[in-house]
């Protein structure tokens, strides 16, 4: 089908688009002389969608700096130094931002810190309704959610979080869900993000539920879940996760660093590392997937520790996962992979070797290796790989890269005598 777009038309939109750029605002806030407001609230009373808010160095607290609605509008707040020295201080009752009125993810808070957020959902920000924000290069320290999303809430709405850490968010005292970021029915994607030190009921880093999700390039490191899913949690998502390194989280039951609940999940190229969970657990918590909705890729496992009854570095519950370049390697306690008698994994391409409670593999698994995957200093947790590892293309039979680092990181390495387990090694150099 041929299609004819006329010039006029065409010329016509690009006037009006650069109309509304040219009628984009610029305001300030700060102390009076350098800025054109004083406070959070007077700016935004002043601004149309598309406008943009500086706001100079200083703590930001009280009711014309708390509790901001941008109606309808979609603006760019955004911090002149960064979050270091740009603080909006949330108190008991008072959150930063609650976004409800249909915008979408040009809607930006960029170079802000929030501390010190108390209310039952989205201590620091709520987005709902339908409508979008973009986080960037933000912090979240002390942001206390009863209920969920010591940071960040959204329900039924889309987040972007790019570059932003989060750290000793969330709430142990209730049926807290996602100490740092709750999603509940809507999107968010994650880049670039830290999670340290945070605490809940259910995903002490993010917990989110019948949502889409997206978590890249984020390290997840000393977070707790008094039950389920110490860094993440995902119950009936969508998700794609890549990059990620999850390391010393502790779970009371199932996922010492992430908990996988009846969620179609693609996800590649992470490290988990040294993480602890409860009984019948272990570090990744594979439950109620349909056949093959559930693929980790080229994921690399150490040092996993439990409180009782090791079930290693991943456990399959009712579930058929594919798990397929991946190391399992020096395991305190429990098997590599334990899978449940309704549990059918396939486990193929991968490196398996000195697991505590032993290198045999359950379900379909063919075409792995059971030797040392020569890691460059493991003293160290440095886990890049020998020049001789069979864990790079040119040293195993199916010329691929196995594991999250695909790069030699050191020359070649003698392999042991004999196999040693991840605690016996650490012990050695304590």
């Not at 108190?91 to 409800?100: A, E, N, Q, V």
């Not at 334990?338 to 379909?364: K, M, R, W």
Request: a negative charge; hydrophobic letters at 35%.
């Amino acid at each position: 089908m041929n299609r004819y777009t006329s010039p006029l038309l065409t010329s016509v939109a690009a006037l009006l688009l650069l109309a509304s750029l040219t009628h984009a605002e610029t305001v300030r806030v700060g102390p009076p002389g350098d800025a054109d407001y004083p406070t959070i609230l007077e700016a935004m009373s002043g601004c149309a969608d598309g406008d943009t808010i500086l706001i100079y160095p200083g703590t930001y607290t009280g009711p014309e700096n708390t509790n901001l609605d941008p109606g309808t509008r979609n603006l760019v707040i955004r911090s002149v130094s960064g979050p270091s020295e740009t603080i909006i201080s949330c108190s008991s009752g008072y959150r930063g931002f609650h976004i409800h009125g249909g915008q979408d993810t040009t809607m930006v808070l960029e170079g802000l810190r929030f501390g010190a957020g108390r209310m039952g959902y989205g201590a620091a920000i709520l987005v709902e309704n339908a409508s979008g924000v973009k986080i960037v290069d933000c912090s979240f320290t002390n942001c206390d959610a009863t209920y969920g999303g010591g940071g960040v809430r959204v329900e039924s709405g889309v987040a972007v979080i790019e570059n932003t850490s989060f750290k000793q968010c969330g709430n142990y005292y209730s049926s807290c869900k996602g100490g740092c970021v709750s999603v509940v029915g809507g999107e968010c994607y994650v880049r670039g993000c830290t999670f340290e030190n945070n605490e809940a009921d259910y995903g002490g880093g993010v917990h989110a539920e019948d949502a889409w999700v997206g978590i890249h390039d984020c390290s997840f490191e000393e977070n707790h879940s008094d039950y389920r899913g110490a860094g993440l949690r995902l119950l009936r998502c969508t998700a794609t996760i890549s990059g990620c390194l999850f390391k010393t989280n502790s779970a009371g039951t199932y996922g010492g660093a992430v908990l996988l609940e009846a969620s179609a999940v693609e996800a590649s190229g992470c490290v988990v590392s040294d993480n602890i969970c409860g009984y019948n657990a272990a570090q990744v918590n594979i439950k109620s997937s349909s056949a093959l909705d559930v693929h980790l890729s080229r994921w690399t496992f150490t040092g996993e520790g439990t409180w009782n009854t090791p079930r290693g570095h991943v456990q399959v519950t009712s579930s058929d996962p594919l798990l397929t370049q991946c190391v399992f390697a020096f395991g305190n306690e429990g098997p590599a992979v334990y899978a449940d008698g309704s549990s059918t994994p396939e486990i193929a391409n991968c490196v398996v070797y000195a697991c505590a409670g032993g290198d045999s593999l359950p379900g379909y698994h063919h075409d792995n290796l059971f030797e040392e995957p020569l890691f460059c200093n493991i003293f160290n947790e440095d886990l890049e790989y020998c020049d001789n590892s069979p864990c790079l293309p040119d040293n195993n039979p199916w010329g691929l890269n196995i594991g999250a680092y695909g790069v030699v990181g050191c020359g070649e390495c003698l392999t042991p005598v004999e196999p040693m387990t991840w605690e016996t090694i650490k012990a050695m150099y304590r």
